[in-house]
Each structure stands twice: as structure tokens, then as C-alpha cells.
């Protein structure tokens, strides 16, 4: 329906509706780029909603708007709509939803510099999506706190959310999100000296992106695997080339 139609049959809920048309319309702008549009829908959403105070919208809009800050970089406007909420979704008992807020403030938190207050966050949003058995959130978490972790010089918890994403994902493969925990372990070895295990990484890195089709990556991996040898010479990266090899065709 259009929206004059839907606020034709429905004369009594005329400012809900708006507001519903106005959400709708934010996302939908933001979802094609318009970020000014987007906020512009969202800001006048939330102009409304101080009069009709309907919850469940207001939580819809903040979201939204969030992600919009977020996106234009305006990280204590983000920062500040995604507290909101936060509390909003904890008040309507909305786990899924407090979820996604807290992973977008995290993101906000990360991209602020707040290492450890967003690597906190991370864990927490982590633990729910375990327990609801939400792969995808988990991953994401996985991944947020491995860089929280490394940013603060701790390349051990790194390196253990990122092999966490590979063992959560032998069941159900999602590529894309493998590939990502691959080549971060790859640089995560390089960083920590530790070639052999770069080598390994790399290899199942370079597998994975070509099956995917990633010509790109392969090549930069071949690079990558080209300068390890160079450090560690002929004779220690054939060894290092061999134990992978063995290693990865043990695990099928």
C-alpha cells in the first residue's frame, strides 16, 4: 500500500503510522546509500515518536539511526543513539535486538579508539549469541574481540578468536567469513614472527580464495608466501611448506 492509502484506512492512528512509513523509509534510503536522506527520515521518525512514545518503533529508529552516524562517521552521535537503544531493548526484554545495538555500539567503541570497552562489549554480545546458538553474531563478536585483543598487544586472545571462527564453521562454511579469520591469522603470524604457522594460514587461505573464485587474494598470498621465504631462506620454509601440507591433509 502507499502511504497516503495506509493513513487513509487508518485515520485514527495517523502519527503511528507515519512514524512506521517514516522508519521504513529511512531504512530503505539507507540501505540505497542516501545517508542524508536516511537521516533526515529517521531524525523526523524520532520527532514523532516523542508524542506517541511507542516503544518497539522508537527502538527501530534509534537502531536505525545509529547505523546511519555510524556510517557518516559521527561516532558520539552514534555512540550515544545506540546506548539509547540498548536500554530501550532491555526494557521491552528484546535479547535479539539488544544484541544488535550492543554489536553496533561496539563497532562505535572500536572505531573510537575504546579498545578495551569495546573488546567488554564483544565478549558480552558473544556470550548471548552462544547461547542462542547464533553463528553468524558469534563470528562477528569472534572477529570484533580479535581485533579488540590485538590492538591492545594481545596476540594470543587474538589468535584464539580467530581459530574459534574456524572451529565454530566446520559444520556449517561460511566462506566468506573463514576466509576473513584466515587471512588475519596470517597477518597475525607474520606480526608475531611466527612463519610457520603464517605458511599454514596462508595456504588454506590461498585454497579457500581460490575455490571462491579470488584471484586477487591468491596473488597476494603467493606474495606473502614469497617474502617468507626470502626471510627464512630455501631450506626452512621447504619445511615449513611440508608440515602444512601434512597438517592441512590430515584435516581432510
Known sequence: LLSSELLGRFPDKQDLLQVFILDKLGYILFRNNDLHGALNAYREALRLNTLIK?????????????????????????????????????????????????????????????????????????????????????????????????????????HRHFTAILESLKEKPLPKFQLSALFNLVTLSLKT?????????????????AKMGLQEIVEKLRATLEKIKAKVGQEIFALYLSGATERMSHEG
Open 193 to 209: 614472527l611466527t612463519y610457520d604457522e603464517a605458511v599454514y594460514y596462508a595456504m588454506r587461505c590461498q585454497e579457500l580464495a
Open 54 to 158: 511507542n516503544p518497539s518503533f522508537l527502538l527501530s529508529t534509534y537502531l536505525g539511526l545509529g547505523q546511519v552516524f555510524l556510517q557518516l562517521d559521527s561516532l558520539e552521535e552514534a555512540e550515544k543513539t545506540l546506548r539509547q537503544g540498548v536500554e530501550i531493548a532491555n526494557q521491552l526484554g528484546n535479547l535479539p535486538l539488544a544484541c544488535e545495538a550492543k554489536m553496533l555500539l561496539a563497532m562505535v567503541l572500536l572505531r573510537q579508539g575504546l579498545f578495551s570497552q569495546a573488546h567488554q562489549l564483544f565478549l558480552e554480545v558473544l556470550n548471548e549469541a552462544k547461547q542462542r546458538n547464533h553463528i553468524e553474531c558469534a563470528v562477528f563478536c569472534h572477529t570484533g574481540a580479535a581485533i579488540c585483543a590485538s590492538m591492545k598487544g594481545e596476540n594470543t586472545a587474538s
